[in-house]
């Protein structure tokens, strides 16, 4: 069966500092990945997502960046974070027409 | 552009039938799904529609009408544990994309 993980589950960073989440997929090949951010009571903002190794499309012009060095891992990265970068940050991977979400890492920056 | 609409929020008594609806405006169309999300978790794939009609999954189903480019997610028999946010998604763009609607925050009452 095929599973999703994200780490770290909660992070708390200052204004200013980098950011580096990472997902990895289990238990299949040559995913389509996505990164959404979701804001508080707020529905699931499409970020980045994947069709494979290098190929990453932005969905939103912002200070974060994405990369998929390997097949199954998708990273999401910031060189120096904002107060509105805050957010659950939830990475996903598609089978034919359903998304499948890891558990998602709670980011607050203060 | 592209946009779902959903209800904000809908209440319902445990036991009873509620339905949320969805209109969309997309530049493609690949296909209508639903998401649950429970406080603090991920969103959780509960159904989709390719074509017109009814989809039936216990006691939840989904409906689609492409002309009308309407949905609907029907939840029969309410439990309490069916409080939580409900989004539609539309596949776009070839498939490779999903946008979310900004979600129906359900409350089931005893």
């Known amino acids: 069966s095929q599973t999703i993980h994200q780490w770290p589950a909660t992070l708390v960073q200052p204004v200013g500092s980098p950011l580096s989440l990472e997902c990895t997929v289990e238990?299949?090949?040559?995913?389509?990945l996505y990164w959404y951010r979701q804001a508080a009571g707020r529905g699931l903002q499409l970020l980045f997502y994947s069709v494979g190794i290098g190929q990453i499309s932005s969905e939103v012009p912002q200070n974060l960046s994405a990369s998929r060095p390997q097949d199954r891992q998708f990273i999401l990265s910031s060189k120096k974070l904002l107060l509105s970068d805050s957010g659950f940050y939830l990475c996903?991977?598609?089978?034919?027409?359903?998304?499948?979400f890891g558990p998602g890492t709670r980011l607050t920056v203060t | 552009g592209q946009s779902l609409e959903q209800p904000s929020e809908v209440t319902a008594v445990e036991g009873a039938i509620v339905q949320i609806n969805c209109t969309y405006q997309?530049?493609?169309?690949?296909?209508l799904s639903w998401y649950q999300q429970h406080d603090g978790g991920a969103p959780t794939f509960l159904s989709y529609n390719g074509l017109d009609g009814l989809e039936e999954t216990g006691r939840f189903s989904s409906f689609l009408s492409r002309s009308d480019s309407y949905g609907y997610l029907l939840l029969q028999e309410l439990q309490m544990k069916d409080s939580a946010s409900y989004f539609c998604?539309?596949?776009?763009?070839?498939?490779?994309?999903?946008?979310f609607g900004a979600g129906t925050r359900l409350f089931v009452k005893a």
């Open positions: 238990g299949t090949s040559n995913p389509n």
């Open positions: 996903a991977w598609t089978k034919t027409y359903e998304q499948y």
């Open positions: 997309t530049s493609g169309f690949y296909g």
């Open positions: 998604a539309v596949r776009d763009t070839g498939g490779f994309k999903t946008i």
